[in-house]
């Protein structure tokens, strides 16, 4: 893999970030609730940082090690409940259902991607994205069930 492969993966995976970013901006927009709102902007802000770290390592300021991807447990909520349709009236829980399936088509876009490089460092560079929106999904899943299925004081 050449360095001018490298670059089209990267510019890719900072687009599908920024499209991630404006996907958010644009339902915080929408959403009537301030918590749900003030979420989906927090998600906007992750992804403009996730492009910011492709970019740092695009220009050579970060090492493919230096990517902390970490190991994630897939729980699978989303593929279970399945993505709600759009409402302005979305709640928490609805919109933490919706980034949780977003993380997912991320982390299946880079995987994907992956498959079809051969070893080596554009193919380890992937895998460990796909890694970082797994990980996305498990936090997305995670808020997602404290907040559809509170902990009541009967445990």
Known sequence: MGKMELEKVLDLA????LAAHGLYKELASKVKDQAAKDTLLFLAGE???????????????????????KDSVDARIVESFG?????????LKEIFLAAARKEQISHEFYGELAARHPAGAVRELLLK?????????ERMEYLYANTAFPQTDGG
């Open 47 to 69: 992804e403009l940082s996730h492009r910011d770290l492709l970019m740092a390592y695009r220009e050579g300021r970060l090492e493919a090690q230096g990517l902390g991807m």
């Open 83 to 91: 993505t709600p349709q759009w409402d302005p009236g979305w709640g």
């Open 129 to 137: 994205l796909a890694k970082e929106e797994l990980s996305h999904k």
């Open 14 to 17: 900072i687009a599908e970030e």
